[in-house]
T-cell receptor, first 117, second 113 residues
Framework: DAGVIQSPRHEVTEMGQEVTLRCKPISGHDYLFWYRQTMMRGLELLIY????????DSGMPEDRFSAKMPNASFSTLKIQPSEPRDSAVYFC???????????????FGPGTRLTVL | DQQVKQNSPSLSVQEGRISILNCDYT??????FLWYKKYPAEGPTFLIS?????DKNEDGRFTVFLNKSAKHLSLHIVPSQPGDSAVYFC????????????FGTGTLLAVQP
């Protein structure tokens, strides 16, 4: 399996621009998570989906952030408008707790490093 | 409010010696704990976990200890190898959270040859 795929790997944009991050989970995984990593707060959960339905978006910092999962193999995280304080590494992860693996083992993508100037 | 805390941002250890990474938590509902390892430019990968019904779990060179009364867990790596140099994240969850992990801020381990 190719693992969790994220694109782009790096994104540099100017304040006020719209940014869209993309994620393809591991095939067969029915949970998908979006995280943000910063030095100050470590890995923060932004939102997660189960069977394409958003379950918990309490970590989404502001209305400028939105996430969608139109089908089982694709999800987007959008920031509109972007601000310099959004600069961070954004990770997508997926898991399938019913597959007999360890409970709560999540598989992470390589991340998207976002820089907002 | 950080529910999972890793108070040491970094740790340096000589190759062959023991590395001890620490993690504290505040939420007494947490019943499952995990350690993830992260290399630069890669996503975190699962390393080892422990249920709250245990106080120790061992996997090769890696052992996790859980002290529920102190709300503290630690990861021991013996012996440490240069390839262990990475950021280590502690994470916690509880039964009602349905796969929602709460991560700490991470500790950068540097193993010197």
């Amino acid at each position: 399996d190719a693992g969790v795929i994220q694109s782009p790997r790096h994104e540099v944009t100017e304040m006020g621009q719209e940014v869209t991050l993309r994620c393809k989970p591991i095939s067969g995984h029915d949970y998908l998570f979006w995280y943000r990593q910063t030095m100050m707060r470590g890995l923060e959960l932004l939102i997660y989906f189960n069977n394409n339905v958003p379950i918990d978006d309490s970590g989404m910092p502001e209305d400028r952030f939105s996430a969608k999962m139109p089908n089982a193999s694709f999800s987007t995280l959008k920031i509109q408008p972007s601000e310099p304080r959004d600069s961070a590494v954004y990770f997508c992860a997926s898991t399938n707790p019913t597959a007999g693996g360890r409970r709560d083992t999540q598989y992470f993508g390589p991340g998207t490093r976002l820089t907002v100037l | 409010d950080q529910q999972v805390k890793q108070n040491s941002p970094s740790l340096s250890v000589q190759e062959g010696r023991i590395s001890i990474l620490n993690c504290d938590y505040t939420n007494s509902m947490f019943d499952y704990f995990l350690w993830y390892k992260k290399y630069p430019a890669e996503g975190p990968t699962f390393l080892i976990s422990i249920s709250s019904i245990k106080d120790k779990n061992e996997d090769g060179r890696f052992t996790v200890f859980l002290n529920k009364s102190a709300k503290h867990l630690s990861l021991h790596i013996v012996p440490s190898q240069p390839g262990d140099s990475a950021v280590y994240f502690c994470a916690a969850t509880y039964g009602g959270a349905t796969n929602k992990l709460i991560f700490g801020t991470g500790t950068l381990l540097a193993v010197q040859p």
